[in-house]
């Protein structure tokens, strides 16, 4: 048995999307044209290039998901430069601390589980919620380098 480091499935080996303990990858009808090889009259499916199958990667329970995150203030005005410490729910260790953009956005990937949140801003005042990350076993197309489903949230300061 060839030995394989998990960490060149991390780094998406050959420009191929990154697999987690527990994902699966198979050939199936292409869940993008429902097998037909097209999206319109005229144009060839991008995820199957044409074929009515591609490869997928049905997620397994180590899949992180990518949390789009919007923070807003009690006007409902995107918050630029909030900050957002995250941590498990369970354990000790240190939180991840990130910071809105320009639109009171910010991303982050969080594996499935329970996370605790505090979003913070200078005169806005600050909110801490208890976020649950659910496995989302829906097949997603195995191109690309960055293949995860999003989870939208928006958290709103008191102030
Ligand atoms: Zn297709």
Same mark, same amino acid.
Do not use: W
């Given at each position: !048995? !060839?030995?394989?480091?998990?960490?060149?499935?991390?780094?998406?080996?050959?420009?191929?999307?990154?697999?987690?303990?527990?994902?699966?990858?198979?050939?199936?009808?292409?869940?993008?044209?429902?097998?037909?090889?097209?999206?319109?009259?005229?144009?060839?499916?991008?995820?199957?290039?044409?074929?009515?199958?591609?490869?997928?990667?049905?997620?397994?329970?180590?899949?992180?998901? =990518?949390?789009?995150?919007?923070?807003?203030?009690?006007?409902?005005?995107?918050?630029?430069?909030?900050?957002?410490?995250?941590? =498990?729910?369970?354990?000790? =260790?240190?939180?991840?601390?990130?910071?809105?953009?320009?639109?009171? =956005?910010?991303?982050?990937?969080?594996?499935?589980?329970?996370?605790?949140?505090?979003?913070?801003?200078?005169?806005?005042?600050?909110?801490?919620?208890?976020?649950?990350?659910?496995?989302?076993?829906?097949?997603?197309?195995?191109?690309?380098?960055?293949?995860?489903?999003?989870?939208?949230?928006?958290?709103?300061?008191?102030?």
């Amino acid at each position: !048995m !060839m030995l394989v480091p998990t960490f060149l499935y991390s780094a998406g080996m050959l420009g191929r999307a990154p697999m987690f303990e527990g994902d699966v990858r198979k050939e199936m009808t292409c869940i993008t044209c429902d097998g037909l090889g097209r999206t319109a009259e005229d144009e060839s499916c991008p995820t199957c290039r044409g074929r009515g199958v591609a490869d997928f990667i049905i997620p397994g329970p180590n899949r992180p998901l =990518q949390m789009i995150g919007t923070v807003k203030d009690a006007s409902d005005k995107p918050v630029e430069g909030a900050e957002i410490s995250t941590r =498990q729910a369970e354990g000790d =260790q240190t939180p991840l601390v990130l910071k809105t953009n320009e639109d009171g =956005q910010f991303g982050i990937k969080l594996p499935p589980g329970a996370y605790v949140m505090t979003v913070s801003a200078p005169e806005k005042g600050s909110v801490t919620e208890s976020i649950v990350v659910e496995v989302n076993a829906s097949p997603l197309p195995a191109r690309g380098t960055e293949t995860l489903h999003e989870l939208k949230r928006e958290f709103r300061l008191p102030k």
